[in-house]
């Protein structure tokens, strides 16, 4: 009999356990980069205070893993979509800020990302609109966690975004970039997809573990590669893009939402969904 070499994209119930750590302190460096996320600060300042927050509690930053890239944080501003690389740019009001983050904590990673709309009273009809924006971003990112619950294919947890987005909003989903496997590495299989695709998609079963991050614009999908820096993505354009993220684990009692300090409690509640804890 010959035995497969692949490797399981499914982890065990210890290895989903060793998941938590990691996860949850990429959330507490998430909070402490939303804290310094405000108008006067620098894309530095809020990349130092997710490392401080990160190194604080004895993990290291997994960006910096990347061959080639020197911060903990990306941090896309207005038009940026991803990979934007944190500089001295003066965060300004009614900017709208995505940050994404991670951290590897004893051998196994954790990855997410989450929307500031920087207030200004001056502008109440910008910040209306890229709230809106980020808004419908986290509503879809919620709405695929919750169908993950019951799928039986990842196919239904990206199909929950477009069907929300395409029913709800005139935006468009950046089919570029999508989610992914986590566990080992920050990037593993299976992709997971942010909109309906074509032929069989990864079985949703215990030891599953995903990043779910749908990455919407204001306007048309199409990107273009900041030739500066070989970095960062920008809307080809020139209008919004928001991104939300959360990595969450599948066991054989349920869901849990890693990276959200309650398990996704808050975000699940509105679809009838109750996170379970990793048992």
Same mark, same amino acid.
């Given at each position: 009999?010959?035995?497969?070499?692949? #490797?399981?994209?499914? #982890?065990?119930?210890?290895?989903?356990?060793?998941?938590?750590?990691?996860?949850?302190?990429?959330? &507490?460096?998430?909070?402490?980069?939303?804290?310094?996320?405000?108008?006067?600060?620098? &894309?530095?300042?809020?990349?130092?205070?997710?490392?401080? #927050?990160?190194?604080?509690?004895?993990?290291?930053?997994?960006?910096? &893993? %990347?061959?080639?890239?020197?911060?903990?944080?990306?941090?896309?501003?207005?038009?940026?979509?991803?990979?934007?690389?944190?500089?001295?740019?003066?965060?300004?009001?009614?900017?709208?800020?995505?940050?994404?983050?991670?951290?590897?904590?004893?051998?196994?990673?954790?990855?997410?990302?989450?929307?500031?709309?920087?207030?200004?009273?001056?502008?109440? %009809?910008?910040?209306?609109?890229?709230?809106?924006?980020?808004?419908?971003? #986290?509503?879809?990112?919620?709405?695929?966690?919750?169908?993950?619950?019951?799928?039986?294919?990842?196919?239904?947890?990206?199909?929950?975004?477009?069907?929300?987005?395409?029913?709800?909003?005139?935006?468009?989903?950046?089919?570029?970039?999508?989610?992914?496997?986590?566990?080992?590495?920050?990037?593993?299989?299976?992709?997971?997809?942010?909109?309906?695709?074509?032929?069989?998609?990864?079985?949703?079963?215990?030891?599953?573990?995903?990043?779910?991050?749908?990455?919407?614009?204001?306007?048309?999908? %199409?990107?273009?590669?900041?030739?500066?820096?070989?970095?960062?993505?920008?809307?080809?354009?020139?209008?919004?893009?928001?991104?939300?993220?959360?990595?969450?684990?599948?066991?054989?009692?349920?869901?849990?939402?890693?990276?959200?300090?309650?398990?996704?409690?808050?975000?699940?509640?509105?679809?009838?969904?109750?996170?379970?804890?990793?048992?």
């Amino acid at each position: 009999m010959v035995r497969s070499l692949r #490797k399981s994209i499914y #982890k065990s119930p210890a290895q989903l356990r060793l998941m938590q750590e990691p996860n949850r302190i990429t959330a &507490l460096a998430l909070q402490a980069a939303k804290e310094a996320c405000v108008a006067g600060a620098t &894309l530095l300042d809020v990349d130092r205070a997710a490392e401080a #927050k990160i190194r604080e509690l004895g993990a290291e930053p997994n960006f910096m &893993l %990347e061959p080639g890239y020197k911060h903990t944080i990306c941090a896309n501003v207005n038009d940026r979509v991803v990979h934007a690389v944190p500089d001295d740019y003066v965060i300004q009001p009614g900017d709208i800020v995505s940050i994404d983050c991670g951290a590897v904590f004893n051998g196994w990673h954790g990855d997410s990302a989450l929307t500031v709309v920087v207030p200004d009273p001056d502008n109440p %009809e910008t910040v209306a609109r890229r709230q809106a924006l980020s808004d419908h971003t #986290k509503e879809a990112m919620w709405r695929a966690i919750a169908a993950l619950a019951t799928a039986k294919e990842l196919n239904s947890v990206g199909g929950a975004v477009e069907d929300y987005i395409s029913e709800n909003t005139d935006y468009s989903i950046v089919e570029e970039y999508i989610g992914h496997g986590i566990g080992r590495s920050m990037h593993e299989a299976p992709p997971v997809y942010t909109y309906w695709v074509n032929g069989r998609t990864a079985e949703v079963k215990p030891g599953l573990c995903v990043a779910i991050e749908p990455i919407i614009a204001a306007g048309r999908p %199409e990107t273009v590669t900041d030739k500066n820096d070989g970095w960062t993505v920008r809307m080809a354009d020139g209008k919004d893009s928001c991104q939300w993220e959360h990595s969450v684990a599948v066991h054989k009692e349920g869901i849990w939402v890693l990276t959200a300090l309650d398990g996704g409690k808050e975000g699940l509640a509105p679809f009838g969904v109750t996170p379970v804890p990793i048992p």
